[in-house]
């Protein structure tokens, strides 16, 4: 297959583009001073502050619950909704209300779930972030999936069902192993766009059980400190093993491809 | 997505108007919580001033930094009742948790003083009961005039302090006296000025600069104070109300506007001014939530912030004025020496102008500041 | 079919309940799930607009249709066309860079294809205020790139490279490319080679084969990641701060002050409402041009 040189281009400078910022918070990450623009030498002080900071553990834990809650909540119902917008609907509201999330500022959605909670007076928790943060990771589950299964064959589907098998079956045997890296690709995003999401967490969290961006959010209020860089370069060095574990491990690669 | 014509969403939003409609037909009382009722002195139940406090907790929500990291261990010891403490980064964000209707779970909150004064307008603060405080003795006399709540009826100041101009004296080569050198700065110093975002200190160099209050409501004025903000923008860094400090410790900025506490006056080459225009005087304020169930608790609480070893923490550690004078009195005089802005007195500090709440009319700033950064 | 000969209406009626129950069971929950969690909330908050602030925040339930006159207000237009304008220009960057990307993240061998595909979001899973930070400090006057150049004896004096309409778009783009690259991904992987290749057989130049068959084919995606993008950089209200240095706003920055500076929040509402119908005519704007391309 011909790949034309000049696409690798762009394809380079994205990722330049998206590591630059992260080289440089990792190298500042071990830098003795404190200050963020000068590095005075090297230096692991600002790990062993981050590992001796409980709101920050606290943070990430909560965190990590949040977005796998979510992601998983989002898949399903994100999937399920696709097939069933592509395959048992025709109308055009459904589609238009299935995205709105998507295209909602977050501040919006965030502003509103607070007078929802505030009037059906339910006690904010983490339940509540991660409802919230399903609304938008499915919007964008059921975005992706859809760009899979539109102009997608359906002959296979038709073959089912004409030969019997209830729409179930067809779903888990035919539709869903077509869908396989639409799904995927959802639900990295979904993950990913929890797992940092600050401003609808701020409004639907817990005041005692903050998440992750909201416990940094309050330490950057004086600039960013070492310290952060430290905690962001754990963050990488830990999603970047457990991608690579996984790949390892489950054969990730196939449901990709 | 390509079955999905864009047509289509059209009428969601005709369908999202139509449903928000029929809710406002019905949602009043569901959002009530927010209208304004009469103050709090109206309802002031009697509280026991023997209550076991040992029955109640106390939740609080405070700015990060602000209080020790002990403290809900010292309060265990002392007080013999759990301190639970959440964080909020502005006041603009407990504002609209406090706001929105929802118990919040909070006993006690801290807000400045404007923000206080709009909590009790609206409604959602219990007053003050002196006799459960015994420590407000320690205050100075000058922290029961301040504007936004005479005799601290609802609210007892924590902290309080001024806005001014923090400077490099190695980058600029006369210091700063006047607004007037932020908003039009000398060469040295040009594109590299920082001047605050939040409307009523991104409106307040100006303000000062041309004589007027910080509490107008004219909007003559204001519009001359937009043509002077305007006028200066363009000799300016950027807005910023939070990484200063950093801007001026890298050299990217030499001049900023800041608030006392922020000028990080422990750097040998920073220094901060009161310009001789004058200022206005910010007070950050412990309020007790007329939702809390721990009315007594919470009293008992800010009766021990009061205490001269724990307010005197505050003015120690994070370098901000308290209006305690038991705590000041105590503090060590080379630290005091060091920091400019401790040295203030309380009645300089009374010599600037307390920030009120405007009411209707403080919608005028918001548009001002809107004003001054879409041009 | 076959069956269905057979035994005629029967089948049929079971098939029609076989449709019924499937609608039921895979519209249902996620139907379900946005009633109550997005229209219900969006309704609540909509249903300010009638009324007014009042005095210190708050809301006074008097009906009144001035939150509308208040709307049509140049100020308000001249921040809807400059962020529509920063909008656009980002999401145009990152579709350029993002198509080649996604294009040729699905020709790596699969492998590397999941490998380029998780570097692609890697870096979003540390915190973004942290990321827009580490920009600051190279850009900044005396930042990595500046303090780099005057070593090189390139420049005597730093160049301002923060704090302008340039670095908020580059902000913008550094925040949303991941959610271009993704959907594009998944549009350009399930395309046929074979098509590709049978354009090629058929004389078709690279750039033919591209405008004619490729591009078409992967549209939905296009018209995705242009959505995911364009979006949320127009309800954008951190970047034009922290990168912008506060000195050019965005209507995400006109929504959150109005609903957490100046606490009107029926006017917050209301411009939230003009947004959003807003952003619907965008789209059919796109729609009418992607159906026209």
């Known amino acids: 297959m011909r790949r034309p040189r000049l696409m690798y281009v762009p394809f380079w400078m994205t990722y330049v583009f998206l590591y630059t910022p992260i080289v440089v918070l990792v190298v500042m990450s071990f830098n003795s001073d404190d200050s963020p623009y000068t590095f005075g030498g090297f230096s692991l002080k600002w790990y062993g502050e981050l590992a001796s900071d409980a709101n920050v553990r606290e943070g990430l834990i909560n965190t990590l619950i949040v977005a796998v809650g979510s992601t998983v909540l989002a898949t399903a119902l994100g999937t399920l909704l696709a097939v069933g917008l592509a395959r048992h609907s025709r109308s055009r509201l459904l589609d238009a209300i299935s995205v709105m999330p998507a295209v909602l500022p977050d501040l919006v959605l965030g502003i509103g779930l607070l007078v929802f909670y505030a009037t059906i007076k339910a006690t904010l928790g983490l339940y509540s972030v991660v409802l919230a943060h399903t609304v938008f990771g499915m919007a964008f589950v059921t975005a992706v999936v859809r760009t899979r299964l539109a102009n997608s064959d359906t002959s296979l589907e038709e073959a089912s069902r004409d030969l019997g098998a209830t729409p179930f079956t067809t779903f888990f045997r035919i539709t869903l192993p077509q869908l396989a890296p639409g799904i995927v690709a959802g639900a990295l995003l979904a993950f990913t766009l929890s797992i940092d999401e600050f401003v609808i967490a701020s409004f639907t969290a817990a005041p005692l059980e903050p998440t992750l961006p909201i416990v940094i959010y309050s330490m950057v209020r004086f600039g960013v400190t070492p310290e952060i860089n430290a905690l962001a370069t754990l963050l990488l060095a830990v999603s970047f093993t457990v991608v690579i574990a996984a790949q390892r491990m489950t054969r990730l690669t196939e449901s990709l491809s | 997505m390509s079955r999905i014509r864009y047509t289509r969403r059209f009428p969601a939003a005709v369908m999202v108007v139509g449903l928000a409609l029929a809710a406002s037909a019905c949602g009043g009382e569901a959002a009530d919580t927010t209208a304004a009722v009469p103050a709090a002195s109206a309802s002031s139940a009697q509280l026991n001033p023997n209550a076991d406090l040992s029955k109640q907790s106390v939740a609080i929500s405070v700015w990060p930094g602000y209080t020790p990291e002990d403290l809900p261990a010292k309060v265990k010891s002392k007080l013999g009742l759990d301190l639970k403490v959440a964080l909020h980064d502005t006041n603009e964000i407990i504002m609209a948790k406090l706001t929105a209707g929802s118990d919040t779970g909070f006993d006690v909150a801290f807000v400045s003083g404007q923000y206080a004064q709009a909590l009790n307008e609206a409604g959602l603060l219990e007053p003050i009961h002196p006799e459960l405080i015994p420590n407000l003795a320690n205050l100075y006399p000058e922290a029961k005039e301040l504007a936004y709540d005479k005799g601290n009826t609802f609210s007892v100041p924590y902290t309080w302090g001024t806005t001014g101009i923090c400077y490099r004296t190695d980058l600029v080569k006369t210091p700063p006296t006047s607004w007037n050198d932020i908003l039009d700065p000398p060469a040295e110093a040009l594109k590299k000025v920082t001047m605050m975002t939040t409307e009523r200190w991104l409106a307040l160099p100006a303000i000062k600069a041309l004589g007027y209050s910080v509490n107008t409501k004219s909007d003559d004025e204001i519009a001359k104070v937009k043509a002077k903000l305007l006028e200066a923008k363009p000799k300016l860094l950027g807005y910023d109300d939070t990484t200063f400090g950093d801007k001026l410790k890298s050299g990217e900025a030499v001049m900023v506007e800041a608030w006392d506490g922020w000028c990080p006056t422990t750097e040998k080459n920073i220094k901060f001014v009161v310009p001789k225009e004058g200022s206005d005087l910010w007070v950050d304020t412990m309020v007790v939530l007329k939702s809390s169930k721990n009315k007594e608790a919470a009293h008992a609480f800010i009766n021990y912030i009061l205490d001269p070893e724990i307010h005197g923490w505050a003015a120690e550690t994070i370098l901000y004025k308290v209006p305690n004078k038991a705590a000041m009195d105590s503090i060590d005089p080379a630290l005091k020496a060091a920091n400019a802005p401790l040295q203030m007195t309380p009645s300089q500090l009374l010599e600037g102008e307390s920030i009120v709440d405007l009411g209707e009319d403080s919608v005028k700033f918001t548009r001002l500041a809107t004003e001054v950064s879409a041009k | ?293």
């Open chain 3, 1 to 293: 079919m076959a069956r269905s000969t057979v035994s005629g209406a029967p089948v049929k009626s079971q098939a029609r309940r076989s449709r019924a129950l499937g609608r039921l069971v895979f519209l249902g929950p996620g139907l379900t799930y946005l009633i109550v969690l997005l229209l219900v909330p969006l309704a609540l908050l909509l249903s300010y607009i009638p009324f007014r602030r009042g005095r210190f925040g708050g809301i006074v339930y008097e009906l009144t249709g001035e939150n509308f006159t208040r709307l049509i207000d140049p100020l308000y237009l001249d921040v809807v066309l400059g962020s529509l304008k920063i909008a656009t220009i980002a999401t145009v960057i990152a579709l350029l860079v993002g198509y080649p990307t996604a294009y040729l993240i699905a020709q790596l061998p699969r492998k590397w294809k999941t490998i380029a595909l998780v570097a692609i979001v890697l870096p979003f899973w540390t915190n973004f205020l942290v990321r827009i930070y580490a920009w600051i400090i190279l850009l900044s006057g005396p930042g990595l790139v500046n303090s780099t150049l005057m070593d090189l004896g390139l420049i005597d004096k730093p160049l301002e490279l923060l704090y302008n309409q340039g670095t908020i778009i580059t902000g913008l783009i550094y925040s949303y490319l991941p959610l271009m690259v993704l959907p594009l991904y998944a549009a350009i992987e399930k395309l046929d080679p074979q098509l590709r290749e049978a354009s090629a057989n058929l004389g078709a130049r690279p750039a033919r084969t591209f405008l004619s068959v490729t591009l078409p084919l992967t549209l939905p995606g296009v018209i995705t990641g242009c959505l995911f993008v364009f979006v949320p950089s127009f309800g954008n209200f951190v970047v034009p701060e922290l990168l912008g240095g506060g000195r050019s706003i965005m209507v995400g920055n006109l929504i959150r002050d109005q609903f957490l500076k100046a606490r009107d929040w029926p006017f917050g509402a209301t411009l939230s409402l003009a947004l959003i119908a807003v952003l619907i005519v965008l789209l059919l704007l796109q729609a009418w041009s992607a159906r026209r391309a």
